[in-house]
Antibody
Framework: EVQLVESGGGLVQPGGSLRLSCSGD????????MHWVRQTPGWGLEYVSG???????TYADSVKGRFIISRDNSKNTLNLQMTSLRPADTAIYYC?????????????WGQGTLVTVSS | SYVLAQPPSVSVAPGSTARITCGGT??????VHWYQQKAGQAPLLVIY???DRPSGIPERFSGSNSGNTATLTISRVEAGDEADYFC???????????FGTGTKVTVL
């Protein structure tokens, strides 16, 4: 059974930093592209960032230059380093898995970790 | 960037059919995927590539996509189907994943 477990969320002041992690189990982690999607009450679901099985990364314009995605296949872990955080970054952050092959949708989601940016 | 519009809410009686629409320019030329999100839970894939169902998703869930509108249909609605539903596409023009605004399905 595929399991994705996020950690690292919390309360941070504007301008601060936070590192999210996602542990994957039940599948060969290194074979799959992985992504982060966030959800806010007012704005719904928003794509954040993704990394291919080969390590190529993509970012939404709203986080480009502030967030860095990485993966450690030896530990089955996906990371998201977030810097220069803004109140608008407040959201539940989900780790999501792509199906095998081209990634046009997400077949599994973690339970999410809450990030709150506030003074 | 691509915009996907969904009605904010749909109400349906148990045993009847719920139809949730997702609108976008020439959406029929794209592949649309649907997620169900129950209160306090993570989204769950229920339809991919317009009409395909993942294993474990009941046959009551079906999808279609044509013209400017994709539709998720839930037949013989049950109380357990009450949730938010989101459509999603891959916007190849901008290399981004785009989500719909979400529809809350209420079972009366």
């Amino acid at each position: 059974e595929v399991q994705l477990v996020e950690s690292g969320g919390g309360l941070v002041q504007p301008g601060g930093s936070l590192r999210l992690s996602c542990s994957g189990d039940g599948f060969t982690f290194s074979n799959y592209a992985m992504h982060w999607v966030r959800q806010t009450p007012g704005w719904g679901l928003e794509y954040v960032s993704g990394i291919s099985s080969f390590g190529n990364s993509t970012y939404a314009d709203s986080v480009k230059g502030r967030f860095i995605i990485s993966r450690d296949n030896s530990k089955n872990t996906l990371n998201l380093q977030m810097t220069s955080l803004r109140p608008a970054d407040t959201a539940i952050y989900y780790c999501v898995k792509c199906p095998h092959g081209d990634c046009y949708y997400f077949d599994y989601w973690g339970q999410g970790t809450l990030v709150t940016v506030s003074s | 960037s691509y915009v996907l519009a969904q009605p904010p809410s749909v109400s349906v009686a148990p045993g009847s059919t719920a139809r949730i629409t997702c609108g976008g320019t020439n959406l029929g030329g794209e592949s649309v995927h649907w997620y169900q999100q129950k209160a306090g839970q993570a989204p769950l894939l229920v339809i991919y590539y317009d009409t395909d169902r993942p294993s474990g998703i009941p046959e009551r869930f079906s999808g279609s996509n044509s013209g400017n509108t994709a539709t998720l249909t839930i037949s013989r609605v049950e109380a357990g189907d009450e949730a938010d539903y989101f459509c999603q596409v891959w916007d190849s023009s901008n290399d981004h994943y785009v989500f719909g605004t979400g529809t809350k399905v209420t079972v009366l």
